[in-house]
Nanobody
Framework: QVQLVESGGGQVQAGGSLRLSCAASERTFYRMGWFRQAPGKEREFVAV????????VYADSVKGRFTISRDSAKNTVYLQMNALKPEDTAVYYC????????????WGQGTQVTVSS
């Protein structure tokens, strides 16, 4: 069974930085991405990277502050988060897709990111 193991979440002051990691137990994914869900809000897209070509797409709310990257040898995707704001507080989920369908196929357990003022 495919598993996505996340790490790197925590609590930081506004303006600080965190780097999230997501290690997949298997390769053969078209894309891997990050989503987040804040209390009382629905899950929203954050960033995605295509595995082969490395093209990236970001949500407008994080563009210029967050960077998604991958390490093919380690089958791992990262999310570098800089200039964090309190509104970035959420549970962050790693997701992987090998069908390019409307839904991602696999999801991590989620990791909490809390940004204090």
């Amino acid at each position: 069974q495919v598993q996505l193991v996340e790490s790197g979440g925590g609590q930081v002051q506004a303006g600080g930085s965190l780097r999230l990691s997501c290690a997949a137990s298997e390769r053969t994914f078209y894309r891997m991405g990050w989503f987040r869900q804040a209390p009382g809000k629905e899950r929203e897209f954050v960033a995605v990277i295509m595995w082969n070509g490395g093209s990236r797409v970001y949500a407008d709310s994080v563009k210029g502050r967050f960077t998604i990257s991958r390490d093919s040898a380690k089958n791992t995707v990262y999310l570098q988060m800089n200039a964090l704001k309190p509104e970035d507080t959420a549970v962050y989920y790693c997701a992987a897709d090998r069908t390019l369908g409307a839904k991602y196929d696999y999801w991590g357990q989620g990791t909490q990111v809390t940004v204090s003022s």
